[in-house]
């Protein structure tokens, strides 16, 4: 079943729909999402008031480190989920709605949805988006001066060894490719010569294409002057960091990256999971986590402050920034990039 808002909201004027939420009082549910400082904010901020709020259902977050991860998880676990609800990256979620992993959900299921943004729904993607975030260049205050503006910084010699990013086939390097691309000439981010020859030139200089534990890590210690990631962490870390670190959108825009939250088909605990979906989804528990870790919310009537939307790419002048990526037509070539990466860029060294 694609999920689309027409099939949502068709479905919510047929039934009202609040009845699980009594039936799910006593049950015991499994969030996997991803760990580390994802984990620190999210649960505070929108698990544990879950958690308060019906203390006869259980919520165990496991903790997952990337999508494909969590995909490798369903598939192994396709006879007898162990988990109920899981979060991954749209891409990677059209994978799993395409080999039947997710069970469809409707706005008479979980109220919530009939409020989300169009842009949480993903044709052939049997989940709705549950956070908004954007790629962002990351450096050192101390040492990249003046404070940089543009992708072009990467290119720029006095940097040589200096640069940390994860390499495709890693999302950030995908999006960084593609970014590059744009910034270099290329019209296109479906064919990624100029990005390619762009990123070939550039990779001389890069100390890492696997920083461990990851980019924010190493510039906040000093390792590395510059990096890419989500503005999300990015916000975070910088805050963190003591200014040793920031994030910041280049004038050349970036892109967006969406994360599903998608029932499991098969799943021990329909109703409870579609509670917590409802709460995840909501408005309030959307401006919380806004809030705390600058995600954009994907419910138009969350209510955030303007000091924390300013930290996002939610302003009409950011979205009209941001190069126009289908993730869907992405996971077509994907492979291909990856194998492209390996020949042209991972031997320039």
Do not use: C
């Not at 994860?166 to 990005?195: E, W």
């Amino acid at each position: 079943m694609i999920l689309t808002r027409r099939r949502i909201l068709a479905a919510s004027a047929t039934t009202l729909a609040m009845p699980y939420v009594a039936r799910a009082q006593q049950a015991s549910i499994t969030l996997a999402a991803y760990s580390g400082i994802f984990q620190d904010n999210y649960e505070p901020a929108v698990v544990e008031p879950f958690r308060r709020a019906n203390p006869g259902i259980k919520v165990t977050y496991f903790s997952m480190g990337n999508s494909a991860q969590a995909l490798g998880q369903l598939r192994a676990q396709k006879a007898n989920p162990q988990v109920d609800l899981v979060m991954m990256d749209v891409s990677v979620g059209k994978a799993a709605s395409d080999e039947g992993l997710f069970e469809p959900v409707t706005a008479a299921q979980v109220p919530a949805i009939a409020d989300l943004s169009p842009r949480a729904f993903t044709p052939g993607v049997t989940a709705p988006a549950v956070t908004f975030d954007n790629l962002v260049l990351l450096y050192s205050p101390q040492r990249v001066q003046p404070a940089p503006t543009s992708w072009k910084v990467f290119w720029e010699e006095k940097y040589k060894d200096q640069i940390a990013i994860s390499g495709v086939p890693d999302i950030v390097g995908l999006g960084f490719l593609m970014m590059a691309n744009k910034v270099f000439g290329g019209d296109d981010y479906r064919r990624l010569d100029k990005g390619f020859e762009a990123v070939g030139n550039m990779a001389p200089n890069v100390l890492s294409w696997d920083p461990k534990p990851d980019a924010y890590t190493m510039i906040t210690q000093g390792t590395a002057s510059l990096g890419v990631g989500w503005n999300a962490r990015g916000q975070i870390y910088s805050d963190q960091s003591g200014g040793r670190m920031a994030a910041i959108l280049p004038s050349e825009g970036a892109l967006f990256q969406i994360n599903i939250l998608g029932l499991v088909k098969g799943a021990k605990n329909y109703d409870a999971s579609r509670a917590f979906m409802n709460h995840a989804l909501g408005a309030e528990a959307q401006a919380a986590f806004t809030e705390k870790m600058f995600y954009a919310p994907v419910n138009t009537k969350a209510k955030v402050s303007e000091a924390a939307l300013a930290r996002t790419a939610s302003s009409p002048e950011r979205q009209a920034m941001m190069l126009p990526v289908d993730w869907l037509e992405v996971a077509k070539f994907r492979e291909g990039v990856t194998e492209q990466w390996r020949r042209r860029i991972l031997t320039r060294r």
